[in-house]
């Protein structure tokens, strides 16, 4: 099983729309949950952390299920400038070493939104 | 304030030769990790370093190497390169190595023909 797996995709919805992204992880003990967002052929950048309490950002709400080991991300209203691919990702806390430094990425789900 | 530069912007190399690319953090952060994102994947954590010292090491070969510098920036270095080392070469940096604060640098793009 992979350590993090998202919808396949890619997505296309008309602008206005409502869009879910979905994403699993393996390891109970991740501890640091985040979507990224990454435009064609650039770097990724963070969009935003996920608690377990859930949390919004303007159009954008993230969701984490611990017992599920489950994430979710919904954007409402979505834009043209929504469109990138979104990058579910985890941070398993401090390994065997003690060290609290890797992120494992997901493949990621692109999102075209049309006018 | 300048964000994390990454260089060269774009490399094509042969198969078997060798190369290294660059990264230097944001100012003031004292750790720097590298990723490799091939066409179609999410980001692979290859390597992490904080204070010059490695801190983690991902699935990789033994032909994948770095290193960090007194002024923190750091070099990956990778030989005998085959067709699948074509990627996206992402450094990232952070202040205190945990991994919630990454800065991406825009990375380096490895062609190997």
């Known amino acids: 099983r992979k350590e993090v797996e998202q919808d396949p995709g890619p997505f296309n919805v008309p602008e206005g729309a409502t869009v879910a992204f979905n994403c699993t992880y393996s390891n109970s003990a991740s501890q640091s949950f985040f979507w990224y967002r990454q435009d064609c052929r650039k770097e990724p950048k963070l969009l935003m952390s996920v608690y377990s309490s859930g949390n919004e950002d303007g159009r954008f709400t993230a969701q984490l299920n611990r017992a599920s080991q489950y994430i979710s991300l919904l954007i409402r209203d979505s834009k043209l400038s929504d469109s990138a691919t979104y990058l579910c990702v985890v941070n398993i806390g401090r390994d065997s070493g003690g060290s609290n430094y890797k992120l494992t990425f997901g493949k990621g789900t692109l999102l075209t939104v049309n006018p | ?113």
């Open chain 2, 1 to 113: 304030d300048a964000g994390v530069t990454q260089s060269p912007t774009h490399l094509i190399k042969t198969r078997g030769q060798q190369v290294t690319l660059r990264c230097s953090p944001i100012s003031g952060h004292k750790s720097v990790s590298w990723y490799q994102q091939v066409l179609g994947q999410g980001p692979q954590f290859i390597f992490q370093y904080y204070e010059k010292e490695e801190r983690g090491r991902g699935n990789f070969p033994d032909r994948f190497s770095a290193r960090q510098f007194p002024n923190y920036s750091s070099e990956l270095n990778v030989n005998a390169l085959l067709l699948g080392d074509s990627a996206l070469y992402l450094c990232a940096s952070s202040f205190t190595g945990t991994a919630n604060g990454y800065t991406f640098g825009s990375g380096t793009r490895l062609t190997v023909v």
